[in-house]
């Protein structure tokens, strides 16, 4: 570790000294609490268990499970040895998770006890993992986390660089795969660093930690808290009336909300005749109705922000009411452009591709060098979305790139082309285009439009079952419209844009 250099771990011990006996995590399952003293002790505790096990820097680890203590703690021991986290989303089906673990061959894995019967019948297909660990205390039948805690072995002084590897979080599968998003120490806590100045976050503040800790904001808004000194308040996996309690019996006043999460919060509020009062800060991509209502109940701001797991989760961020439908100025370390097809910046009002650059831009994908070279042309990280800039600075979205189009139902990136795929794969199936359309519960749903083979029938929820089968649920249409002639171009593809015209509604 160099002079200049700064890393989670090190932030830990920052944290551990300058907090020390302040509460750091509360647990809600089992309803126990650490301090920052208590994190940095377990940290370094199972630091010593990896050091022991033979993790070395740039040694990956795969976890799969909901968001407890020891997930958290797993990214801080990490850091300290230079390992790196390989966070996988548990809803997935069992071909992605370990197309993901395969792609990143982790030599340690960590599973929940839910998940672990799914994961050893499958063990021969990953050969990489030298062992196999519980993730939450020692529920399940893997070998003990408590194990690692035991070791005896002592951490020392590591050689782990700020822009050493951190975490890999995979993306939507474009060109039908997922694709591993490298961020560094520096990427993190440079995104962090944003946050708590955004959010002007102290030690007073109290976040609900609800979103996973696989996705990018899942893990980097419980950082942000973390860095600023702030407690996390966990929940392993979200609960409407479970979180307008933890609001009220904590005075939260931090939450990431992507639809429907905000929505339901103030629908249980409102049903249990909660007050969320304390709720000052929500940082998300909700919608414009359920943004008035948190505001008006609570008298609480609502965040706006553009970013990808590709740019550390931010490009820009503001409040919604400077400029409702934006997603806010670019942050402070961010160069945020929209440029043509030649890579010319564009005057405020017209759109373009967003590209940028800057700390908080990622390392690149995960052993997919002819990718990195053509997402970072230019010396621009070319994020496929476009948008406009309007004569104030304020950035509004427009949508993915034809060769980049991307549905977002709840959060989660779905790319069409992985669900037409998996659609093909249906006997009564011709053709199909699978677009995103508003939906009231999602902001955006998944629709499959067909034409059918001759003489074929189909109805919409035997191929919504037959694709929920295949690939995670989520991914899965939310609607499908049969047709007697899919719409084409003069060159036989389909023509996305008169079929969106056409059937873009639910």
Same mark, same amino acid.
């Given at each position: 570790?160099?002079?200049?250099?700064?890393?989670?771990?090190?932030?830990?011990?920052?944290?551990?000294?300058?907090?020390?006996?302040?509460?750091?995590?509360?647990? #809600?399952?089992?309803? *126990?609490?650490?301090?920052?003293?208590? $994190?940095?002790?377990? #940290?370094?505790?199972?630091?010593?268990?990896?050091?022991?096990?033979?993790?070395?820097?740039?040694?990956?680890?795969?976890?799969?499970?909901?968001?407890?203590?020891?997930?958290?703690?797993?990214?801080?021991?990490?850091?300290? $040895?230079?390992?790196?986290?390989?966070?996988?989303?548990?809803?997935?089906?069992?071909?992605?998770?370990?197309?993901?673990?395969?792609?990143?061959?982790?030599?340690?894995?960590?599973?929940?006890?839910?998940?672990?019967?799914?994961?050893?019948?499958?063990?021969?297909?990953?050969?990489?993992?030298?062992? !196999?660990?519980?993730?939450?205390?020692? *529920?399940? *039948?893997?070998?003990?986390?408590?194990?690692?805690?035991?070791?005896?072995?002592?951490?020392?002084?590591?050689?782990?660089?700020?822009?050493?590897?951190?975490?890999?979080?995979?993306?939507?599968?474009?060109?039908?795969?997922?694709?591993?998003?490298?961020?560094?120490?520096?990427?993190?806590?440079?995104?962090?660093?944003?946050?708590?100045?955004?959010?002007?976050?102290? /030690?007073?503040?109290?976040?609900?930690?609800?979103?996973?800790?696989?996705?990018?904001?899942?893990?980097?808004?419980?950082?942000?808290?973390?860095?600023?000194?702030?407690?996390?308040?966990?929940?392993?996996?979200?609960?409407?009336?479970?979180?307008?309690?933890?609001?009220?019996?904590?005075?939260?006043?931090?939450?990431?909300?992507?639809?429907?999460?905000?929505?339901?919060?103030?629908?249980?509020?409102?049903?249990?005749?909660?007050?969320?009062?304390?709720?000052?800060? =929500?940082?998300?991509?909700?919608?414009?109705?359920?943004?008035?209502?948190?505001?008006?109940?609570?008298?609480?701001?609502? @965040?706006?922000?553009?970013?990808?797991? /590709?740019?550390?989760?931010?490009?820009?961020?503001?409040?919604?009411?400077?400029?409702?439908?934006?997603?806010?100025?670019?942050?402070?370390?961010?160069?945020?452009?929209? $440029?043509?097809?030649?890579?010319?910046?564009?005057?405020?009002?017209?759109?373009?591709?967003?590209?940028?650059?800057?700390?908080?831009?990622?390392?690149?994908? !995960?052993?997919?060098?002819?990718?990195?070279?053509?997402?970072?042309?230019?010396? !621009?990280?070319?994020?496929?979305?476009?948008?406009?800039?309007?004569?104030?600075?304020?950035?509004?979205?427009?949508?993915?790139?034809? /060769?980049?189009?991307?549905?977002?139902?709840?959060?989660?990136? =779905?790319?069409?082309?992985?669900?037409?795929?998996?659609?093909?794969?249906?006997?009564?199936?011709?053709?199909?285009?699978?677009?995103?359309?508003?939906?009231?519960? !999602?902001?955006?749903?998944?629709?499959?439009?067909?034409?059918?083979?001759?003489?074929?029938?189909?109805?919409?929820?035997?191929?919504?079952?037959?694709?929920?089968?295949?690939?995670?649920?989520?991914?899965?249409?939310?609607? $499908?419209?049969?047709?007697?002639?899919?719409?084409?171009?003069?060159?036989?593809?389909?023509?996305?844009?008169?079929?969106?015209?056409? @059937?873009?509604?639910?």
């Amino acid at each position: 570790m160099g002079l200049y250099d700064f890393t989670f771990y090190d932030l830990i011990k920052r944290n551990a000294a300058a907090f020390s006996n302040a509460k750091a995590w509360y647990e #809600v399952d089992d309803r *126990s609490t650490l301090t920052f003293a208590d $994190v940095k002790n377990r #940290v370094d505790l199972i630091a010593g268990g990896l050091k022991a096990a033979g993790i070395k820097k740039g040694d990956r680890l795969g976890v799969l499970g909901k968001n407890s203590i020891e997930y958290f703690l797993l990214y801080g021991a990490a850091a300290a $040895v230079g390992a790196i986290i390989l966070p996988v989303n548990w809803r997935l089906s069992v071909d992605e998770i370990f197309y993901i673990l395969n792609d990143c061959t982790p030599r340690l894995l960590f599973a929940d006890e839910e998940f672990q019967d799914m994961m050893t019948s499958h063990r021969p297909d990953l050969s990489s993992a030298e062992k !196999w660990y519980n993730l939450k205390a020692d *529920s399940g *039948s893997l070998d003990a986390f408590s194990s690692l805690l035991d070791s005896g072995e002592m951490i020392g002084p590591s050689e782990v660089n700020s822009d050493d590897g951190f975490v890999i979080i995979h993306t939507a599968a474009v060109a039908g795969r997922p694709r591993g998003a490298l961020l560094s120490h520096a990427n993190m806590l440079c995104a962090c660093l944003h946050l708590d100045y955004y959010l002007a976050l102290s /030690e007073k503040d109290v976040h609900l930690s609800l979103l996973p800790l696989f996705h990018v904001a899942g893990l980097f808004m419980a950082v942000a808290a973390f860095q600023a000194g702030a407690l996390n308040a966990n929940i392993s996996r979200f609960d409407a009336d479970k979180a307008v309690g933890l609001i009220e019996e904590f005075n939260v006043s931090l939450c990431f909300d992507f639809p429907p999460i905000l929505a339901s919060i103030l629908k249980a509020a409102g049903e249990q005749k909660r007050k969320l009062s304390t709720l000052r800060s =929500v940082v998300g991509l909700g919608t414009p109705e359920e943004i008035d209502r948190y505001q008006k109940m609570t008298g609480g701001t609502y @965040y706006c922000m553009y970013g990808q797991t /590709e740019t550390a989760m931010l490009g820009t961020m503001g409040s919604y009411n400077d400029a409702p439908g934006s997603a806010g100025k670019p942050v402070i370390f961010a160069d945020v452009r929209t $440029v043509d097809d030649d890579g010319n910046t564009l005057p405020p009002g017209e759109a373009g591709e967003i590209v940028m650059k800057g700390p908080l831009v990622f390392k690149g994908y !995960w052993n997919l060098p002819e990718d990195n070279a053509h997402v970072f042309r230019g010396g !621009w990280h070319h994020t496929g979305d476009m948008g406009r800039f309007d004569e104030n600075g304020f950035l509004f979205y427009a949508g993915r790139m034809a /060769e980049k189009e991307l549905i977002k139902p709840g959060g989660e990136n =779905v790319y069409p082309a992985e669900v037409e795929k998996i659609i093909l794969q249906h006997p009564a199936v011709e053709k199909t285009v699978v677009i995103g359309v508003p939906d009231p519960k !999602w902001k955006e749903g998944i629709k499959a439009i067909c034409e059918l083979k001759a003489g074929e029938s189909l109805e919409a929820e035997e191929l919504i079952a037959f694709v929920g089968e295949r690939i995670a649920r989520f991914k899965k249409p939310h609607y $499908v419209e049969i047709i007697s002639d899919l719409p084409l171009k003069s060159d036989g593809t389909p023509d996305r844009v008169k079929i969106k015209q056409l @059937y873009g509604q639910p």
